[in-house]
């Protein structure tokens, strides 16, 4: 422990943490998050929604597989920075391809182990989300809280526009394929692994997707590969007229923050909605929300987890559900659009999905898991329902 | 949906005596379902025949059947009781195969009764290793390969096929009990034989070894709409090949990626809806192989188990409780989670903290039994400690052990590296310590993982604590030891007392230093969601952290040890006085404190106290939550000796202790100054003296004169106690047993030959002893009063006995100043009552005596110990009118006490002073005859109607042996004796045919033409029971091979002349066809009507001072005790 770098992590109330870095080492800010998973460590680490946030685990152990090149949601890890009550001195499993510190340090991400998480999530449950900094190189308290404070809000800041892919590319089986023989289950209802997925996945008739990349995880394109769909992934802020006429559906995947400045987005779901079915995940239904003219607003201290339980409207099934996002929509102002409830969130009654029969639907929840549970396959196959039913149709939009 | 309105009565099978594999914590979800049912509205009806539960005190059921859980008692209840439905879901393998047999014959179908919880169907395709493997290949769930065999050559044919190592397996079998891993044609044929006897259906399954591979278990839940939850996740850290039970195991899973975690869980509901589990609980048992990552199920339990108890207490989800509402039609989404108290029962538990739960073994009292773990579980009991990490728990965890260790390591183990390695290849009790050792030595965590095959991530953690202890013995100076260390061996476990060890100090100096440094623990909570929301039930362990986040409330306080790890000697009876105490105290208004680290009790139900601690019962971590808490006083009397044992420490340390002080128990305990009062008072004692040497102990016995009862000072359960006969066995003690205390000296006793020992339980407030009752052992004194079946009230006992038997002790509550329970063991031999010991602490039979005479000692002695005195009891209704308990019992009460042989093959099932039981059952009824007729049944010993006795007595017993003989005889059995005792037999005209003794057939394998000798005879399943009193103790005589055959046959073996005439007794009663039922209730308001008041009193009248003279023992005045007692605790 003599060798041991110390860090700190200061929140802008003033609450200050102490521990020891790991992974890289510098001064990182982000809005502070806990999530309550007790697996998936490396999945949440590649998750574009959480750009931007320094995620706290609760679980207290953590980087005991270590890393591997299967499990990662996309090209990089993603959060600001990375707390946990403790990381594994040794990465032990047949997949493991090296240490969770090594990854870190090499990804350039600022580690804290040794804190009182537990304490660091009853903080943050009872006040709030909140911005804050984590060091190894500033050691004075106040000045640390200073950087806290005078980091950037997740309210109102355009993130999906940072991590959205530049350019537009094709994902196909192949991308699939080469992770399943590695151990990776791309998540089903319970669950044929992804191989015997692919042995199913002869589908007669393939639908051309768009999938928005307002930081989709990989997970999410394999489902879509293997429900029958040949994916292309366009940027944030690709417009309707590139899309329309060429794709049988859109999909608008997860990605983080505040919805409302994605603007770009909601417009171009407002274009395309009646034109083509339409599916959305976390942000994407988010943005679908507000294209339908709901609104949304931003949770106390957000949920994010692979515990959570989801009722369905449509039959008694509770599914326990993979969720991150700090913002959801507004109950009530889903009534003043032509979408109805079909989903709620059982802890808190928050709204979890959305549909407008024929045209669209979406999840506020995480049906791909990577990491957590895969009860919720069977919205990747209403939405391949969807795709094969569709018949244009105007859709009543509320004005804005 | 609410509960289901078409049932209105409900019985509910309990799980019988603690046996190994089925322990308290079927309590613990008895007691949960029960009240959950109860609640609901429904009429509970209650079949247990375990009498130190919980779930058996008359108010958690309205009809409660302390009866045998055979399918033939359980029938009768059906009949007398007519319920709507049965749950047998709750009572482990033990209700289950009841249910199973009930439902083969019929009688659910005749009597108009359902199944709820799980239907013989879903039994059958979970139990039934053929159909569960076909089930699952249907689910395309991946299994060991395997094959089914019903004879010895189908097994070998099939093990060949499979490739060695294979496992055999014999189906119904509870517990893992006959199946084993065998490497050679040789090994197997043992073990199918025995497992084809084992097994009820006379099936073994031959399966594909995966000894070495990873195990897993996940504890599911489904509700009637098909959702399945997972409320825990368990990973075995001893690799498949140990039982789980055996195994140390980890919450939450710690090696698996969320790939493979989520295709787990994936397989879990797949396999739960496949064998199609409706509602309730189960447990899938999974094993990884760590190369590859292939997973297999291996087993699964349509039921609440051992795992789903400790899968309750480790999350704080009550499995049970859950599983008992979903049975009767709630739905997971309906039902609030007690702890958040606004998200619903629907969601996956998170936990932010570590669990390691240990197993506890006795091997040590079963001198020849094999000390390797493998798949039949031999462990007894286990402790569970959380941590925030895996380090910290496993270190709290060895601390809880009560085997006098101070974390992991420790040091008595002095092997060298190289024994170490060779030694930890296979699983023992010590592999761990061992472990540790070897990496102390300078092993390698990666060659410690490949040998042992123990995940290279655990030993790695176990490296760290190594590191620590290193660097704690460099330390060398207490004053040298930096807060930077200190914190850091905390937040690995390491307690004071091994912090003072490895640096050379006093664990008062360490705690000193600690506590100037202010490296003070933090308490958190247990809470089901990693503190995402608030939680509401005070569930609490320590850790070294930054944030202490419970506060004590101002209200008044009592803080309750509770008992620890389950072993023999030490189970159920003293959680049973510890919730007692918390439920009293409650009701009277304090706030109660439970401590305890036994997963399986109901005192660790968060819902037993107002709060509850989950940590070691250790000087250190009890001062710990003393120093949090500031209770008015701590109660260490209701636990046994692990609470006792810390009394003197906390005294000294200003620590208040309620009730009795340990100065007193100091003085009942220590054999001199306990001999001196009972000098003083002039009560007889069989003559003893105390021995620190050898020669010392010759003296005194040759001055007292054989046999003399020989034991080191301050053991319970009669750990290494013996009766010696001569001097030379006299010496032979003396060498071994110096080893086993070293710190106290040897007691010896005069043992009186052929007494009637008597156990006497009462509380004592310091001015009036209430006698909970005196019982009477049905085996003479010299067989450990635990292993003996007592009867209450007493059935030879006369009046003046009784009654000085009364005197004696309360003379001796009086001397000790006794507030509180004491229990006072008294020898009777030629009239005269002698006092062989006085424990001033609560005795294995307050259970019992307070179920058999319906007033509940323990809740009293809790009451006292606070400041009540019994006349305000009596006055509350909580202590009856009648000063001696079982007074106006008009019932038998017969305790048996249930031997766990079966499960250590080869070891002498003679009883002794020491302890062996596991656990007891007990019979109620009219007559003594038929109470023991129960109780045998009760603790699984099938007496026989007719058929076949052998008798085989020594000399000594060959007068007494007639008439019980003459009287199977005349009941139509067919008696078989060796040659002295049938010599004996025909001489008082009783007919017997001659069977040749072991030692007289020829040794030499020459068998033509030879007799079938008595072994041949009970191996064959020729006789229906067997009578054999020793000729002489030890091995290899003729009556250890008969006893050993006995028990490999399952033929009953009674080895005592008491227990012989108990059984006829009993026999009688069978062959009458007197055996019917009835509930406890009935018995105890009988009980109380017949409780004439001699005069009357006004109710509201306040009662007079009742002190009376010392030397008077019982008032003669008796009150109305029709109104003495509420049926029913009021709803805490």
């Known amino acids: ?400 | 949906m609410p509960a289901r309105r078409d049932i209105g009565s409900i019985l509910v099978l309990g799980s019988g005596p603690i046996v190994i594999g089925q322990a308290c914590e079927f309590d613990y979800s008895g007691v949960q379902a029960c009240k959950v049912l109860r609640d609901e509205g429904y009429r509970v009806i209650l079949v247990n025949s375990n009498p130190a539960t919980i779930m058996t005190d008359p108010e958690f059921a309205d009809a409660t059947y302390i009866e045998p859980i055979t399918p033939s008692f359980v029938e009768r209840v059906i009949a007398r009781e007519k319920p709507d439905a049965v749950l047998p879901t709750l009572g482990g393998q033990t209700g289950l195969n009841t249910a199973m047999d009930l439902a083969k014959d019929g009688v659910f179908e005749a009597h108009d009764v359902a199944l709820i919880g799980a239907t013989p169907e879903i039994i059958r395709r979970a139990e039934d290793r053929r159909e569960f493997k076909k089930v699952m290949q249907e689910a395309g769930i991946d299994l060991p390969r395997s094959t089914f065999a019903y004879s010895v050559d189908e097994a070998v044919r099939a093990a060949e096929e499979l490739g060695f190592p294979v496992v055999i397996r014999p189906s119904y079998v509870l517990g893992g009990g006959g199946s084993g891993v065998v490497s050679t044609p040789d090994e197997l044929i043992p073990v199918v034989s025995e497992g084809i006897r084992l097994s009820p259906i006379g099936e073994v399954l031959v399966e594909e070894s995966i000894s070495g591979w990873k195990e897993f278990e996940l504890e599911l839940m489904r509700d009637r709409n098909d959702n399945v939850v997972v409320v825990c996740s368990i990973e075995n850290l001893d690799p498949m090949g140990v039982h789980t039970g055996d195994s140390i195991t980890v919450a939450p899973a710690m090696t698996l990626t969320d790939v493979e975690y989520q295709g787990m869980r994936d397989d879990g509901a797949r396999v739960m809806r496949a064998i199609g589990v409706e509602t309730g609980g189960s447990n899938v048992q999974f094993a990884v192989d760590p190369a590859t990552g292939r997973r297999v199920v291996i087993e699964m339990n349509p039921r609440v188990s051992r795992s789903s108890a400790l899968a309750s207490k480790a999350t704080g989800f009550p499995i049970a409780k859950i599983a008992a509402k979903l049975a009767v039609g709630y739905t997971l989404d309906e039902i609030t989670n007690d702890i958040t108290k606004k998200t619903p029962a629907s969601f996956e538990p998170s936990i932010d903290y570590v669990v390691v739960k240990i197993p506890r073994f006795n091997f040590e009292k079963f001198a020849g039994a094999s000390r390797v773990l493998g798949t039949k579980m031999k462990s007894v009991g286990e402790v569970m400690a959380i941590g925030r990490t895996f380090d910290e728990a496993l270190q709290k965890g060895y601390r809880s052990l009560e085997r006098d260790l101070d974390g992991l390591g420790g040091p008595g183990i002095q092997v060298s590296l190289e024994d170490c390695l060779e030694r930890i290849a296979s699983p023992t009790e010590e592999r761990l310590h061992l472990v540790e050792r070897a990496l102390y030595l300078g092993a390698d965590p990666a060659t410690v993982a490949e040998v042992t095959k123990i995940d290279l991530w655990f030993v790695t953690q176990i490296a760290r604590i190594v590191d620590m202890r290193k660097r704690l013995e460099g330390v060398g100076f207490l004053g040298d030891l930096d807060v930077q260390s200190l914190k850091r061996a905390k937040r690995l476990g390491f307690g004071d007392a091994q912090i003072a060890r490895l640096v050379g100090s006093s664990e008062q100096e360490v705690r000193a230093r600690r506590v100037a440094l202010g490296v003070l623990p933090t308490y958190k909570t247990v809470d089901t969601c990693a503190a995402e929301f608030e939680a509401y039930t005070p569930y609490f362990y320590s850790t070294y952290e930054d944030e202490d986040e419970v506060t004590p409330t101002g209200r008044e306080k009592v803080l309750v040890l509770g008992s620890g790890p389950n072993r023999i000697g030490q189970g159920i009876e003293f959680d049973y006085c510890c919730v007692h105490a918390a439920f009293a105290l409650s009701d009277a208004g304090f706030e109660t404190i439970m401590l305890n680290c036994n997963p399986e009790t109901v005192s660790t139900d968060y819902d037993t106290s107002d709060r509850l601690y989950f940590e070691p019962l250790t000087f250190e971590d009890v001062m710990n939550v003393v120093e949090k808490e500031r209770p008015r006083g701590v109660i260490v009397q209701l636990g046994g000796q692990t609470p006792l044992k810390l009394a003197d420490r906390l005294a000294r340390s200003g620590v208040p202790i309620l009730g009795t002080q340990p100065e007193a128990i100091d003085r009942a305990e220590d054999r001199e100054r306990f001999g001196d009062l009972l000098a003083d008072q002039r009560l007889p004692h069989p003559a003893n003296g105390m021995a620190r040497s050898v020669a010392e102990a010759r003296a005194i016995a040759a001055s007292i004169g054989y046999p003399v009862l020989v034991r080191p000072s301050y053991v319970l359960g009669g750990r290494a106690m013996e009766i010696v006969y001569e001097a030379e066995s006299l010496e032979h003690y003396m060498n071994t047993a110096a080893e086993v205390s070293p710190a106290h000296p040897v007691l010896i006793d005069r043992f009186l030959e052929g007494a009637i020992e008597v156990d006497c339980d009462a509380v004592f407030d310091g001015h009036e002893l209430y006698v909970g009752g005196v019982l009477e052992h049905i085996e003479e004194a010299g067989v450990h009063s635990g292993d003996s079946a007592c009867a209450l009230p007493p059935f030879t006992l006369g009046n003046d006995e009784v009654q000085s038997v009364v005197d004696h002790t309360e003379v001796i509550a009086r001397e000790l100043d006794v507030r509180g329970l004491i229990n006072v063991q008294y020898a009777v031999k030629d009239d005269q009552v002698f006092v062989i010991e006085a424990n001033p602490r609560a005795s294995r039979t307050v259970p019992f005596v307070s179920k058999a005479t319906g007033v509940p000692l323990a809740k009293v002695a809790a009451r006292v110990m606070a400041g009540a005195t019994l006349a305000e009891l009596r006055a509350e209704g909580l202590v009856p009118q009648r000063s001696l308990g079982h007074e106006t019992m008009r019932h038998v009460a017969v305790k048996e006490a249930v031997m766990p042989f079966e499960r250590f093959p080869g070891v002498d099932t003679l009883l002794g002073p020491e302890m062996r039981s596991t656990g007891e059952v007990m019979g109620i009824d009219s007559n003594f005859g038929v109470a023991f007729a129960k109780a045998e049944a009760g603790a699984g010993v099938r007496l026989p109607s007719k058929g076949t006795v052998f008798i085989s007595v020594s000399n000594r017993d060959k007068r007494a042996v007639i008439f019980p003989a003459k009287r199977l005889a005349d009941l139509g059995f067919h008696l078989v004796a060796t040659g002295g005792t049938a010599q004996v037999l025909r001489r008082a005209g009783v007919d017997v045919d001659i069977v040749e003794k072991v030692s007289s057939t020829s040794g030499d394998g020459s068998t033509g033409g030879r007799v079938l000798n008595v072994i041949d005879k009970i191996g064959s399943g020729e006789v229906e029971l067997v009578f054999n009193t020793p000729l002489g103790r030890g091995a290899r005589t003729d009556g250890y091979f008969i006893r050993t055959a006995s028990v490999a046959a399952g033929v009953p073996c009674v080895t005592t002349m008491p227990g012989m005439a108990a059984a006829v007794q009993a026999i009688e009663e069978i062959i009458s066809g007197a055996l019917t039922v009835r509930p406890l209730q009935e018995f105890l308001a009988a009980m109380a009507g017949r409780a004439r008041p001699d005069r009357r009193e006004d109710a509201g009248r306040a009662r007079p001072d009742r002190r009376e003279d010392a030397g008077r023992a019982r008032p003669d005045r008796r009150e109305d005790a029709g109104r003495a007692r509420p049926d029913r605790r009021e709803e805490r």
């Open chain 1, 1 to 400: 422990m003599s060798s041991a770098t110390l860090a700190t992590l200061a929140l802008e109330d003033g609450t200050v943490f102490e521990g020891v870095g790991f992974g890289a080492r510098g001064t990182t800010t982000g809005e502070v998050c806990f999530n309550t998973g007790l697996s998936g460590y490396q999945e949440v680490l590649t998750d574009p929604s959480y750009h931007g946030q320094i995620v706290a685990m609760t679980a207290p152990q953590i980087g005991n597989t270590g890393v591997n090149a299967h499990d990662d949601q996309s090209w990089q890890p993603w959060v600001a920075g990375f707390v946990v009550r403790e990381e594994s001195p040794v990465a032990s499993s047949w997949r493991s391809e090296g240490s969770l510190g090594g990854y870190l340090k090499r990804h350039g991400i600022c580690g804290i182990a040794e804190v009182d998480t537990r304490r660091l999530t009853r903080h943050l449950r009872d006040r709030g989300a909140m911005r804050g900094a984590l060091s190894t190189e500033i050691t004075k308290h106040d000045e640390l809280v200073d950087v806290a404070r005078s980091s950037r809000s997740m309210v109102g800041a355009d993130l999906a526009r940072e991590v959205s892919t530049r350019s537009t590319f094709e994902w196909g089986p192949g991308d699939l394929e080469q992770r399943a023989r590695s151990g990776y289950a791309a998540g089903s209802e319970w669950s044929p692994s992804t191989s015997e997925l692919l042995t199913e996945n002869s589908f007669a008739r393939r639908f051309k997707v768009a999938a928005f990349d307002f930081g989709i995880k990989k997970n999410i394109l394999d489902l879509l590969v293997s429900s029958g769909c040949d994916v292309t992934v366009v940027p944030a802020t690709t417009s309707a007229a590139e899309v329309e006429g060429k794709y049988d559906g859109v999909f608008l995947s997860n990605g983080p923050g505040d919805p409302d400045p994605v603007v770009y987005g909601i417009e171009t779901t407002r274009a395309l909605l009646g034109r083509v079915p339409v599916f959305g995940i976390c942000l994407g239904h988010q943005v679908l929300g507000l294209a339908l003219g709901a609104k949304t607003f931003k949770l106390p201290f957000g949920h994010r987890g692979g515990n959570h339980p989801v009722r369905r409207s449509d039959s008694p099934r509770v599914e326990i559900t993979c969720q991150n996002h700090g913002f959801a929509v507004e109950p009530e102002s889903v009534e003043t659009t032509p979408a109805r409830l079909t989903h709620m969130n059982l802890n808190d009654d928050t709204v979890e999905g959305l549909e407008v029969p024929g045209v669209c639907h979406s999840v506020q929840y995480h049906p791909e898991a990577g990491p957590g549970p895969h009860d919720s396959r069977y919205l990747f196959e209403r939405f391949r329902k969807l795709m094969s039913e569709f018949e244009p149709t105007e859709v009543p939009l509320p004005t804005q």
